[in-house]
């Protein structure tokens, strides 16, 4: 029997004017928008709307932004219900509602000193990122132990078969993309971030966010989540709060998790929210599933 698989994105999916138009078209969205301001208390929705675009950028404003583009839509949606969802990285939070593991409200708290707390983090300690393609993951996990002589650096996203993403220190990260280009990688590329996210430079991050996540309330969950640390379904809510913990400093396993997916009856991904990074991501992994992607008020209309 068909499965249906909700996946949320994560940071780098925003844009300027997004969920304008659930804004405009939908009192459930508006209302959900101004809980969410209220619970954070800055005018989310104006930066999002209006920009600009760097103030958008800022990991303390992107965070909350996605999860509540994500979040409204995923809300919003009457007529299509998921049998499992995931979430990549920042995404796990949006998942995490769908499933009812967490309150709304809770959970944009949450993120917004997850954000808060990731970008202090790479300002204590300036770290970097970069798009590694053409590799295997055994490959470039000996590059990066070998690179680790100049500094922290791992994989942090095993993201599709071939393009995984690395994250440490400065020089770490820079040694790593030599050696990756010198190894034959089709293509190595620097980020532009604010920190070295999944790494252990993330390590005053993590902490900050298990004192808030020691403070809210989780429930187990209703459907499958998928989570990023384990790339396996959770419904616990003990180990739902421990793997969001664990998920600051450890590597991304999306493509693990959506073939797991798929191997459990998954055969129709819907990426619920901002962009359409995972619809490619998901292709690239297995192009014979369906991808969707809900977006914009026209797009979940025919599931009102």
């Given at each position: 029997?068909?499965?249906?698989?909700?996946?949320?994105?994560?940071?780098?999916?925003?844009?300027?004017?997004?969920?304008?138009?659930?804004?405009e078209?939908?009192?459930?969205?508006?209302?959900?928008?101004?809980?969410?301001?209220d619970?954070?208390?800055?005018?989310?929705?104006?930066?999002?709307?209006?920009?600009?675009?760097?103030?958008?950028k800022?990991?303390?404003?992107?965070?909350?932004?996605?999860?509540?583009?994500?979040?409204?839509?995923?809300?919003?949606?009457?007529?299509?219900?998921?049998?499992?969802?995931a979430?990549?990285?920042?995404?796990?939070?949006?998942?995490?509602?769908?499933?009812?593991?967490?309150?709304?409200?809770?959970?944009?708290?949450?993120?917004?000193?997850?954000?808060?707390?990731?970008?202090?983090?790479?300002?204590?300690?300036?770290?970097?990122?970069?798009?590694?393609?053409?590799?295997?993951?055994?490959?470039l996990?000996?590059?990066?132990?070998?690179?680790?002589?100049?500094?922290?650096?791992?994989c942090?996203?095993?993201?599709?078969?071939?393009?995984?993403?690395?994250?440490?220190?400065?020089?770490?990260?820079?040694?790593?993309?030599?050696?990756?280009?010198?190894?034959?990688?089709?293509?190595?590329?620097?980020?532009?971030?604010?920190?070295?996210?999944?790494?252990?430079?993330?390590?005053?991050?993590?902490?900050?966010?298990?004192?808030?996540?020691?403070?809210?309330?989780?429930?187990?969950?209703?459907?499958?989540?998928?989570a990023?640390?384990?790339?396996?379904?959770?419904?616990?809510?003990?180990?739902?709060?421990?793997?969001?913990?664990?998920?600051?400093?450890?590597?991304?396993?999306?493509?693990?998790?959506?073939?797991?997916?798929?191997?459990?009856?998954?055969?129709?991904?819907?990426?619920?929210?901002?962009?359409?990074?995972?619809?490619?991501?998901?292709?690239?992994?297995?192009?014979?599933?369906?991808?969707?992607?809900?977006?914009?008020?026209?797009?979940?209309?025919?599931?009102l």
């Open positions: 029997m068909s499965k249906k698989a909700f996946i949320f994105p994560g940071q780098g999916s925003q844009y300027v004017g997004m969920a304008k138009d659930l804004f078209n939908s009192v459930e969205a508006k209302e959900m928008i101004k809980t969410a301001e619970a954070i208390g800055i005018s989310l929705s104006h930066i999002m709307f209006n920009g600009p675009e760097e103030s958008l800022q990991t303390d404003v992107t965070q909350p932004a996605i999860f509540l583009h994500s979040v409204v839509l995923g809300s919003i949606i009457r007529t299509l219900e998921p049998d499992m969802v979430g990549h990285s920042l995404g796990e939070y949006s998942a995490l509602v769908a499933s009812k593991s967490i309150q709304f409200y809770d959970a944009v708290s949450l993120v917004r000193l997850r954000g808060s707390a990731m970008l202090q983090a790479g300002i204590e300690q300036k770290g970097t990122m970069a798009a590694v393609v053409g590799l295997s993951a055994e490959i996990e000996e590059i990066c132990s070998e690179a680790s002589s100049e500094g922290i650096v791992q942090a996203n095993f993201n599709s078969p071939g393009q995984i993403v690395i994250s440490g220190s400065v020089a770490g990260v820079r040694k790593a993309m030599e050696l990756s280009k010198s190894n034959g990688a089709k293509l190595v590329k620097e980020l532009i971030v604010s920190g070295a996210f999944h790494s252990p430079l993330m390590e005053s991050a993590k902490e900050n966010l298990k004192i808030k996540l020691d403070l809210t309330p989780f429930y187990d969950a209703k459907i499958p989540v998928y990023n640390v384990t790339a396996k379904p959770v419904f616990k809510s003990d180990e739902i709060k421990d793997l969001l913990h664990r998920q600051l400093d450890k590597p991304v396993r999306w493509e693990e998790t959506i073939n797991n997916m798929i191997s459990d009856g998954a055969d129709e991904f819907y990426e619920i929210g901002p962009g359409k990074v995972l619809q490619g991501l998901v292709k690239r992994i297995n192009p014979d599933v369906k991808i969707f992607g809900i977006d914009k008020f026209s797009d979940v209309e025919r599931y």
